[in-house]
């Protein structure tokens, strides 16, 4: 498994892995509230995990585009002048 991006820039990553995981066949054909139950907390725990992720590759996109900003005011007038 390739590490992430955040895992490179030493951000801390949830463990859980985000893929999609279905219930147990018997949830199913029983429809057993306890099931849905189930589901709807593995739902909340993937969403809190992306939610993290997000939060975590954002802070580098910040800094990034915080650098970004003055180079690009530079280049401006070059490249004005050059249309």
């Known amino acids: 498994m390739m590490p992430t991006r955040a895992s490179c820039l030493g951000l801390p990553v949830g463990t859980g892995e985000a893929r999609c995981k279905s219930p147990p066949c018997g949830s199913l054909r029983r429809g057993s ?28 996109e910040q ?10 005011r530079a280049l401006l007038p070059p490249a004005l002048r050059l249309l």
Do not use: D, E, F, H
């Open 33 to 60: 509230i306890g099931g849905a139950r189930s589901r709807r907390r593995y739902s909340q725990v993937l969403l809190a995990r992306q939610s993290t992720l997000l939060q975590a590759l954002l802070v580098p």
């Open 63 to 72: 800094a990034l585009l915080c650098l970004q900003q003055p180079l690009l």
